[in-house]
């Protein structure tokens, strides 16, 4: 069965950096979509991003321009390069792997951004 585990958060400061990774296994990686979402203390869960197997890529308004999805199908890996944190994207990331029969989640990392 699939499982997913993310790794790569932890406490920046505002306009700093972060990069997530998500390990897949169990699968066929380049059969399914991935994404990324997030939750933040007393907020429902947002999604952020997402990339096809092909590779196109999509984003929330609120990270466009400063976040960056990408995989690598040979590692099946997702990747999600942040840039320009701000403490609005404090949160709980989870990585999920989608296809039509159905989709899985990866456990979260915390990404903090305080001073």
């Known amino acids: 069965q699939v499982q997913l585990v993310e790794s790569g958060g932890g406490l920046v400061q505002p306009g700093g950096s972060l990069r997530l990774s998500c390990t897949f296994s169990g699968s066929r990686f380049s059969m399914y979509v991935m994404g990324w979402y997030r939750r933040a203390p007393g907020n429902q869960r947002e999604w952020v991003a997402a990339i096809t197997g092909a590779g196109t890529t999509s984003y929330a308004d609120s990270v466009k321009g400063r976040f960056a999805i990408s995989r690598d199908n040979a590692k099946n890996t997702v990747y999600l390069q942040m840039n320009s944190l701000s403490p609005e994207d404090t949160a709980v990331y989870y990585c999920?792997?989608?296809?039509?029969?159905?989709?899985?989640w990866g456990q979260g990392t915390q990404v903090t951004v305080s001073l």
């Open positions: 999920n792997a989608r296809k039509p029969t159905g989709e899985y």
